[in-house]
């Protein structure tokens, strides 16, 4: 069956980096946009940064914006999203997700996707 792994949570201070990955297994992942989401308590699953099949086309919600990195290797079925200069308000636990799609084209919205993985936390202190 499909499974999405996130791995590299954990509690980090401001300003520090850390970069977070999904492994991917049970399906063809090249065929598959990718996507980051988070969602902190009380608030609703976001929409973090997104990368079409090939890696060609990203797309980044706008808070994180020449922070953030989404990048992928198809040929280990991986996607990662590197984090840079982090904030308090970058708590929240992390998901991936993944969009089968026809077109090179970043999908953007929560009900779009696939599969899903089961999150990491991700903590940052100030």
């Known amino acids: 069956q499909v499974q999405l792994v996130e791995s590299g949570g954990g509690l980090v201070q401001a300003g520090d980096s850390q970069r977070l990955s999904c492994a991917a297994s049970?399906?063809?992942?090249?065929?598959?946009?990718m996507a980051w989401f988070r969602q902190a308590p009380g608030k609703e699953r976001e929409f973090v940064a997104g990368i079409s099949r090939t890696g060609g086309n990203t797309y980044y919600t706008g808070s994180v914006k020449g922070r953030f990195t989404i990048s992928r290797d198809n040929a280990k079925n991986t996607v990662y999203l590197q984090m840079n200069s982090l904030n308090p308000e970058d708590t929240a636990v992390y998901y991936c997700a993944a969009s089968e799609m026809i077109a090179n084209e970043v999908v953007i919205d929560v009900y779009g996707f696939d599969y899903w993985g089961q999150g990491t936390q991700v903590t940052v202190s100030s």
């Open positions: 049970g399906l063809t992942f090249s065929n598959y946009a």
